[in-house]
Nanobody, 118 residues
Framework: VQLVESGGGLVQPGGSLRLSCAVS????????MTWYLQAPGKERELVAS????????NYADSVKGRFTISRDNAKNTVYLQMNSLKPEDTAVYYC????????????WGQGTQVIVSS
């Protein structure tokens, strides 16, 4: 199983980035997907999640109205569109795939760095 994040980088405050997480080695359409962030010296925290069929989404209060999570089950990819970026959004962003059946299976990507700075 591989989860490969991309799209991070350096952006000025107020700017936008689109993160992608390409997934292989599992049945993507059966997994809920979540983006997490981890800022230096802090614990990993949930940013946004999307159900396996893409119908249900949830967001951390800090990103509501600015970030949008979406998925393309035909491309086995989940996205995070980040607009109106703030310096406090600076972190490593990780994608996570989880499926809660009789056995819960859970996979992580390696992360992509986002730096918001002028």
């Amino acid at each position: 199983v591989q989860l490969v994040e991309s799209g991070g980088g350096l952006v000025q405050p107020g700017g936008s980035l689109r993160l992608s997480c390409a997934v292989s080695g599992l049945t993507f359409s059966t997994y809920a997907m979540t983006w997490y962030l981890q800022a230096p010296g802090k614990e990993r925290e949930l940013v946004a999640s999307i159900s396996s069929n893409g119908i249900i989404t949830n967001y951390a209060d800090s990103v509501k109205g600015r970030f949008t999570i979406s998925r393309d089950n035909a491309k086995n990819t989940v996205y995070l569109q980040m607009n109106s970026l703030k310096p406090e959004d600076t972190a490593v962003y990780y994608c996570n795939a989880i499926r809660r059946w009789s056995v819960t299976t859970n996979y992580w990507g390696q992360g992509t760095q986002v730096i918001v700075s002028s």
